[in-house]
């Protein structure tokens, strides 16, 4: 049987090399994602911006050591997300000046990255490329963003994490929903598939649930939709299908202020997933075969996306950093180690400790803390032709030696060397000595400061739980 290679590194360090950031840089070329890559290529590194108050986004320096590589390789990076819907009442990113205030508060700006960062789908999340997929399962067609579309290469960066309608997100949703205009999300979140009863492609509605003009989020809910779709007055709220178009707003609106008026039904998140692994295809099918990468950082895995505007505790401890030329391997390596690691204690506001019977260590965690499977992207990957999920995981471990410790450094030689070059000049430490300090043979002894026992005061305090979930392990 075929399989797909997949190199991974882990998040331990203990010295120089082991850094994670020289850990990608390494898996890029093991990877050979350097081939990906001709002289002059202009070359599109897909992240996700993360939302406006989002805190568990990737690090800056985590993009602009694949950026540095990319430019290693003589290509023209640029690094990029598109613009998306209004998934809620205060989404940051839905057209393109905001999307660029929010990347700039992640830190992800043309000075940070060293290269471009742009709005893959223009201002308006319009500028797009219409792709057929003749093997979708769902989707016959993707709209493209089309700087992505009309870029010659793409390392395919993404943040590994839960999502709240893919269940998890990774290197299929960083494209799969990441890659797409915003008429292309619509497209992708199955606007208007099905009928308004179906509950499918619209929101699901229960407005006996509703308080009407008595709810105190009910402003907040009318103005949460672009189309105006819906009303509320105080008999509850009133819906108008023609207008929506299925951009979640007002179903995670409602759910984020702890109401049920407005929600998905299970059946729907399948589904969604199907049709971005369809559309993930789509972006594909935009470039020559063997001009695209596969990157993730499995690192502060929140059970929700970055585009959720907050993050809780992880699902499961740092994991590393993956590669591969195959999207369905990758995902599929990294569901498989986030399920293989053991959770984090008290992570993913403790959904894991609530299993009844208690979490098992291989428990598929997305499904329990999103209440789907994830693997329904995988299969439906395999289906319309993405990838394998068959794959070899490959371990890395980098050398430890001078050569390799010098070889990601800011400078190749020690920049120890700067300052002993600058001593030769004027040697301004030692102008200062001798120090002030207490004689020596009059210093007091540590043993008059050492603290006193706080074991008492500490059980008082509420991170106590989370310590005794850990001593349970």
Known sequence: ???????????????????????????????????????????????????????????????????????????????????????????????????????????????????????????????????????????????????????????????????????????????????????GKYHEHLAHWG?????????????????????????LCEDSCPRGAFHIDEKGHHFDAEKCWLCYSCQITCMFTGHECLVFIPDYFPYAQIAMSDAAKGVMLTFEPGKVGHMAYCIDIDPNCDCIPWATLPVAPD????????????????????????????????????????YKQGQDKFAITQGTSPRYQLTAGVKNGLGIMEYELITYKPPYNE???????????????????????RDFVLEAVPYKKVPFEEKPSHEDFKPGDRTEYLKKLPVKEWADAVGKD
Request: proline residues 6%; contains cysteine; glycine residues 8%.
């Open 319 to 358: 994991i590393g950093v993956f590669a591969s030329k195959d999207p369905v391997a990758i995902d599929t390596a990294i569901l498989d180690m986030i399920d293989a690691a053991p959770a984090y204690p008290g992570g993913a506001n403790k959904a894991l400790e609530s299993v009844e019977g208690g």
């Open 195 to 219: 009928t308004p009863e179906d509950f499918i492609g619209w929101p699901a509605r229960y407005p006996e649930k509703c308080l009407g003009l008595d709810c105190p989020f009910h402003n």
């Open 1 to 183: 049987m075929k399989k797909e290679k997949v190199w991974f590194a882990d998040a331990h360090a203990a010295n120089w090399v082991e850094s994670l950031v020289p850990k990608a840089k390494d898996l890029f070329y093991e990877a050979k994602l350097n081939e990906c890559i001709e002289k002059g290529d202009s070359v599109a590194i897909k992240i996700h911006f993360g939302e406006w108050n989002r805190t568990r986004c990737l690090r800056p320096e985590l993009v602009a050591a694949i950026v540095e590589e990319v430019k290693a390789c003589s290509g023209r990076p640029f690094v990029c997300d598109t613009t998306t819907l209004t998934y809620h009442a205060y989404s940051s990113r839905f057209i393109g000046n905001l999307a660029l205030e929010t990347a700039a508060r992640h830190g992800f700006t043309e000075g940070a990255m060293g290269c471009p960062v742009v709005v893959a789908d223009g201002f308006s999340g319009d500028d797009d490329v219409r792709v057929e997929v003749p093997t979708g399962v769902i989707l016959k067609e993707a709209y493209v963003a089309a700087a992505i579309a009309h870029a010659d290469a793409m390392i395919n960066l993404a943040h590994a994490k839960g999502h709240p309608v893919a269940s998890f997100g990774g290197c299929i949703k960083n494209i799969g929903i990441g890659g797409q205009s915003k008429r």
């Open 403 to 425: 050569e390799h410790i010098a070889k990601w450094q800011i400078r190749p030689t020690p920049t120890t060397l700067i300052q002993r070059e600058m001593w030769k000049k």
